[in-house]
């Protein structure tokens, strides 16, 4: 997964490029709801295909030094991740000292992986997970104390099965241990 995709070739990247009429994103909570911390975005489908999305996510203020994203441990789906333009555009997979870790069990919670890197997030840069088929049952983003290390307050979202496209749903801050 490194370099930049190419949707020429097929990969699910460009999301700069100008969407066909039937593509959409789905746009955050306003900016001072209390749920969210962070800019979340679902962009689907990518280059035309139904199942392809990406979620991006972005700091509402700040930065975002030591980056993650955290997702079911035996969930298959994921294709990429990586930073890029906020509002899509092409996704950056050769990312700055990656860091990830897992599976993992959350404290009260389920079995996880967790992955990201430090590209410092800003409102001029967001990270990216893209996957092609069924949405997980949820994601999760948050910060790392050190470099290297597991995030420690995680913000999530659900995605709610739909036929056409997976709405989501934000939840707030949880600690992970």
């Not at 890197?117 to 092609?132: C, D, I, Q, T, W």
Request: with cysteine; net charge neutral; hydrophobic share 30%.
């Amino acid at each position: 997964m490194e370099g930049q995709y190419n949707p020429a070739q097929g990969n699910p990247s460009d999301l700069g490029r100008e969407r066909a009429p039937h593509e959409h994103v789905h746009q955050p909570p306003a900016q001072d709801d209390p749920r969210t911390t962070y800019n979340w975005r679902i962009h689907h489908p990518i280059d035309g295909v139904p199942n392809r999305v990406a979620v991006e996510v972005s700091p509402r203020r700040g930065l975002i030094p030591r980056w993650r994203f955290v997702a079911p441990g035996d969930w298959e789906c994921l294709k990429a991740w990586g930073v890029g333009p906020p509002g899509g555009g092409p996704v950056d997979t050769n990312i700055k000292r990656p860091a990830r870790g897992g599976p993992v069990d959350l404290v009260n919670g389920p079995r996880v992986v967790w992955f990201g890197g430090h590209e410092v997030l800003s409102s001029r840069l967001s990270a990216y997970l893209m996957f092609e088929g069924e949405p997980p049952h949820y994601l999760a983003f948050g910060q790392a104390d050190e470099p290297g290390g597991p995030p420690k307050n995680l913000e999530g979202i659900s995605f709610a099965h739909h036929a056409t496209h997976p709405p989501a749903h934000v939840h707030g801050n949880r600690q992970h241990r």
